[in-house]
């Protein structure tokens, strides 16, 4: 018994890897979507690791030190001061960690609800249920993702958490919109009625019938979101209706570098490539899944 | 047809409705006092108190929301506390100027779409194929206020060919406003040296927003044609000798334009975001530039009515949209007229 367990598990940890491999020898064809993981694991590790790498981590903070203002790129300064003498280099690599922070809390709170008012408004297709999801939803939609995300923010009080916050309820609608429909066309697919039929509960039916069915769009979606949530959580601190200064923040250092223009451009070129670097190696990742996934939809 | 535009329409009023009550509802809950926001830490609490009551903030959510839906249907939409001035009489001067900014982009993105897009299908593979590519993933990838510091440092700062910020030189005085739209103003004020001003202000920040929407029309535009090329009537037309010219405007074009119509609307409402971006950079005397002030100083009532132009716009634009596709798509026009 216990070695016939031991026997299906190990067969079905042969057959992962195999699942495994096949998909990265797809994902692996386009060397831009291999160029973007390795970019985006560097990013991750130094975010990470932000406190040991960054030259001077204390500069993260509210650090004044007047005499290095504005000093140009040097051997001691890679990227240059800021105006009160901050090395813009540390403060980007702690940057890092706030966009990568936002991305991940926006997506662990819009994903979850957006999938499971997708699977319910999708399953119970044509009756109350699935109406009332749907049309809140479309409310949702009815102005675009930023305007809605920014008002939300300003009329909370601005800040990392808030901007999380209001960007988050801005992102559901896409999730339970993308759920819904995969759910709605799997809902009178005889593996649904048949689970049905045998009394099978409804959690069961809608995690562990359709929603496995639902994991290739999704995880494509959410490595292409990340970027944009990134995007829009710059966005919104470089408004001013995001992260407060001395948070190193690249949105809000971009806001405080612009005003330096032409003569400290470091202060906002370095910042500004930074956040082009994040986005456009979250993009490539989301390319090559979405060539894994789709190939295996078919 | 009309049966169509008459349920899209009675669909956007439900669900305008709906963004109204939620967008109420939030400016309602969130902590703190409007009235005491609006007339600072000096006001006596009395007056504070006279406020309340003025705005209904002392009644339930249910009749400040009639209220304030009763004023909205007469074209009342409150006073801003940031201006102090009624939210109509605010939205209507700086609406024109974002309009302008926007439609100038528009224009801009699809004629430098549609070229790249044509260039890139029929020097498939070539270098510039690979440039418009590479341009179309950084484009995705730039936030559009970045596009708009680098434009504003590279041109403007830098090599000193364009002005940099607002709608006209500081020093020169504005034609009367008619339309609101600053070039065709200056034209009827007779002064085409305006014109050509505002033409040179325009030009920095309408590129902002539209570097973006050229790279991916571009790339929508490239792959729809070297779809359509491999279509039978195609190699029928080239069989029987039609000039390659006239082949690509009549033939191909028409139909590969119908994807890049289909993401307008999309288009517009990333148009509208990123405009609050670009006016701030530049300085733009805009709607969405209005619109930040109102929101960095929690001006309730200029937020709800903001988020509402835009929702309205937003729901217009799309109608005006599915109509065009309508027209230009004989399947879809089939499609609906049956449904």
């Given at each position: 018994m216990i070695a016939e367990h031991g026997v299906r598990i190990w067969a079905a940890l042969a057959r992962r890897r195999r699942g495994l491999a096949k998909g990265w020898y797809k994902y692996s064809r386009n060397s831009l979507s291999v160029l973007g993981l390795v970019v985006l694991v560097l990013i991750g590790l130094t975010a990470g690791l932000a406190p040991y790498i960054a030259p001077y981590p204390e500069h993260a903070a509210a650090y004044t030190n007047f005499r290095e203002a504005g000093l140009p790129p040097s051997k001691d300064h890679l990227f240059g001061t800021d105006r009160v003498g901050r090395d813009v280099l540390s403060r980007v690599i702690f940057g890092y960690r706030f966009s990568l922070l936002l991305g991940i809390v926006v997506l662990s709170l819009a994903v979850p609800s957006g999938v499971v008012l997708g699977l319910l408004g999708g399953y119970y297709n044509g009756t109350w249920i699935e109406v009332l999801i749907m049309r809140i939803t479309d409310?949702?939609?009815?102005?675009?993702?930023?305007?809605?995300?920014?008002?939300?923010?300003?009329?909370?009080?601005?800040?990392?958490?808030?901007?999380m916050i209001a960007i988050s309820l801005s992102w559901w609608p896409w999730y339970c919109r993308l759920v819904y429909s995969v759910t709605a066309s799997l809902r009178n697919q005889f593996f649904v009625r048949e689970a049905e039929l045998t009394g099978a509960s409804r959690m069961h039916i809608l995690f562990k019938e359709i929603l496995p069915n639902c994991f290739g769009p999704i995880m494509t979606k959410v490595t292409l979101d990340m970027g944009i949530a990134i995007l829009m959580?710059?966005?919104?601190?470089?408004?001013?209706?995001?992260?407060?200064?001395?948070?190193?923040?690249?949105?809000?250092?971009?806001?405080?570098g612009a005003k330096r223009l032409p003569s400290e451009w470091w202060s906002t070129i370095f910042p500004a490539l930074a956040i082009v670097m994040v986005i456009l190696a979250f993009n490539l990742v989301g390319d090559g899944l979405r060539d894994v996934f789709a190939v295996e939809e078919v | 047809?009309?049966?169509?535009?008459?349920?899209?329409?009675?669909?956007?009023?439900?669900?305008?409705?709906?963004?109204?009550?939620?967008?109420?509802?939030?400016?309602?809950?969130?902590?703190?006092?409007?009235?005491?926001?609006?007339?600072?830490?000096?006001?006596?609490?009395?007056?504070?108190?006279?406020?309340?009551?003025?705005?209904?903030?002392?009644?339930?959510?249910?009749?400040?929301?009639?209220?304030?839906?009763?004023?909205?249907?007469?074209?009342?939409?409150?006073?801003?506390?940031?201006?102090?001035?009624?939210?109509?009489?605010?939205?209507?001067?700086?609406?024109?100027?974002?309009?302008?900014?926007?439609?100038?982009?528009?224009l801009i993105s699809l004629v430098f779409g549609q070229v790249t897009g044509v260039l890139a299908g029929y020097f498939r593979n070539s270098w510039f194929d690979n440039l418009s590519r590479l341009a179309s993933y950084l484009g995705v990838a730039t936030p559009s206020f970045v596009v708009a510091i680098l434009l504003l440092f590279i041109f403007s700062q830098l090599l000193?060919?364009?002005?940099?910020?607002?709608?006209?030189?500081?020093?020169?005085?504005?034609?009367?406003?008619?339309?609101?739209?600053?070039?065709?103003?200056?034209?009827?004020?007779?002064?085409?040296?305006?014109?050509?001003?505002?033409?040179k202000h325009l030009v920095l920040p309408a590129f902002s927003l539209a570097v973006i929407h050229i790279a991916q029309e571009g790339r929508i535009t490239r792959s729809s044609l070297i779809e359509n090329v491999q279509k039978d009537y195609i190699i029928a037309h080239e069989?029987?000798?039609?000039?390659?010219?006239?082949?690509?405007?009549?033939?191909?074009?028409?139909?590969?334009?119908?994807?890049?119509?289909?993401?307008?609307?999309?288009?517009?409402?990333?148009?509208?975001?990123?405009?609050?971006?670009?006016?701030?950079?530049?300085?733009?005397?805009?709607?969405?530039?209005?619109a930040v002030n109102a929101m960095l100083s929690k001006d309730l009532n200029a937020i709800v009515a903001v988020v509402l132009v835009i929702g309205v716009t937003f729901a217009l634009v799309n109608l005006v949209v599915d109509t065009i596709i309508t027209f230009l798509d004989p399947a879809i026009r089939i499609q609906r007229r049956g449904g």
């Open positions: 409310v949702f939609l009815a102005v675009p993702p930023l305007v809605l995300a920014m008002s939300i923010a300003a009329m909370l009080t601005p800040n990392l958490f808030n901007a959580g710059a966005s919104l601190s470089f408004i001013g209706l995001g992260a407060q200064p001395p948070t190193p923040d690249l949105g809000t250092m971009l806001a405080d | 047809m009309a049966k169509y535009i008459a349920l899209r329409l009675g669909q956007s009023i439900f669900v305008l409705f709906g963004l109204s009550l939620l967008i109420f509802f939030i400016a309602r809950v969130v902590p703190g006092d409007p009235a005491r926001v609006a007339l600072g830490n000096l006001a006596t609490e009395e007056q504070v108190q006279k406020l309340r009551a003025e705005m209904h903030l002392d009644r339930p959510f249910a009749v400040q929301y009639y209220y304030w839906l009763k004023s909205m249907l007469r074209g009342d939409l409150g006073k801003s506390l940031y201006t102090q001035r009624p939210v109509t009489t605010d939205l209507r001067q700086y609406i024109p100027a974002t309009l302008e900014l926007i439609l100038f982009a528009t000193k060919l364009a002005p940099s910020v607002g709608r006209l030189p500081l020093m020169v005085k504005a034609p009367p406003t008619v339309t609101g739209f600053m070039i065709i103003d200056s034209l009827l004020a007779g002064r085409p040296d305006l014109t050509l001003l505002a033409l069989v029987h000798g039609i000039r390659p010219t006239k082949l690509v405007f009549k033939y191909l074009l028409k139909p590969s334009i119908i994807p890049t119509v289909t993401v307008m609307g999309l288009d517009f409402a990333f148009l509208m975001s990123n405009a609050f971006l670009v006016e701030l950079v530049f300085f733009w005397p805009g709607f969405a530039r209005y």
